[in-house]
């Protein structure tokens, strides 16, 4: 089964060879000095330039060293004593549901923290916060009681921002949206997939393109909008909000085939996008008892990387999550988290072309 992988951005042979040796630093394979760049060079089979470069980084975010400027570099003090030594004890990774029920992506990044981290306490604790506008006194109580070093909020929300930002210990959004917080975001752009699966759609020849939005926040209702006007605008295509970004209260399959229904009866699309797997099952139990198949009456995207996409017929043309590089920037976050303060650290998403998406009719 053919398919076409296309990176909206692609690593850098720098930016492979310090992920390479960043991991190796973390697990312990050189405990005392580092090997001379130019062995480095030969068995990874890549230039000194680029080795001494990737090292260059690694020396600046503080996991090598050197006693002078013409000794060889060493795994710094911080990892030689369990990445990070006392500074990393106790980390709470924070979901709004149970991790049997959270997306692969989300149990992968927290296992992969669990297994770089083991001279700290990587703790999961959950608590039902996404369709809240306040903090759960339950998650109050945890970090009062626990006082974790570094607490990481997996799809937060801006009521659990600004109460963040009270409680003494650096605060991490690992998805979601901090608001005017000011706290530090990790995260896929929402608006960069949406504009790459409109454009691709586009040239598919479709026009009648919906993106239901099940219990979305307001803010990120408006930037998906704007996205959706400003490409369709390009396009010379006519917008409708009620028709095109249906909006669903909450994130339950009732609502989304009951917005499906509203859509289909005002006029069938002849695509659909989806924020997740959840959603695109209850959409194809939707298309079947319509009599609707995929891609021949409706084409199919959906954001979320799912396992499940490549064993469904036809595979689903979806994003890639980049695990490892969210694992890489949560641990550099960890270590420097006073040098990147507030900013939005950025990933970037893979586009993986299955067959669910054709033609327009």
Known sequence: MARNEKAITSLTLTDSVENHLRQALLEGLWSDRIPAIRLIAAELGVSAS???????????????????????????????????????????????????????????????????????????????????????????RMIREERPDFLIVVSGRPAIAMWARECGIPVLFFGGDPGASGL???????????????????????????LPLCGRMEAT???????????????????????????????????????????????????????????F????????????????????????????????DPVITHFRYPTEAAVQKLLRWLRSWRKIGGSRISLQAEWIEGLSIGRAK
């Not at 790459?196 to 759609?201: D, Q, V």
Request: net charge positive; proline share 6%.
């Open 50 to 140: 680029t080795v001494s470069a990737a090292l260059g980084r690694l020396k600046k975010e503080g996991l090598v060293s050197s006693v002078t400027s013409r000794s060889r570099l060493r795994p710094s003090a911080n990892v030689r004593q369990g990445l990070g030594g006392d500074s990393l004890k106790r980390i709470t990774f924070l979901t709004h549901t149970p991790l049997h029920s959270a997306s692969p992506v989300i149990n992968d990044v927290y296992r992969e923290l669990v297994k770089r981290l083991p001279a700290a306490k990587v703790r999961h604790r959950d608590c039902p916060f996404f369709d809240s506008n306040q903090v759960p006194m339950k998650i109050k």
């Open 281 to 312: 099952v209850a959409t194809s139990c939707f298309l079947r008892k319509a009599g609707l198949s995929i891609p021949n009456d409706v084409s199919v995207i959906v954001f979320e990387d799912h396992v499940s996409h490549d064993w469904h």
């Open 221 to 279: 209702c408006h930037k998906l909008r704007k996205v959706f006007e400003n490409v369709f605008r390009t396009h010379s295509i006519p917008f409708s909000e009620g028709y095109s970004t249906p909006y669903v209260e909450h994130r339950e399959p009732v609502g989304l085939t009951s917005a499906l229904a509203r859509v289909w009866s005002a006029r069938p699309p002849s695509a659909l996008i989806l924020f997740s797997w959840n959603e």
């Open 184 to 210: 530090p975001f990790l995260g896929v752009s929402s608006e960069e997939m949406l504009k790459e699966a409109l454009e691709r759609l586009i040239a598919l020849g479709h026009r009648r393109i919906v």
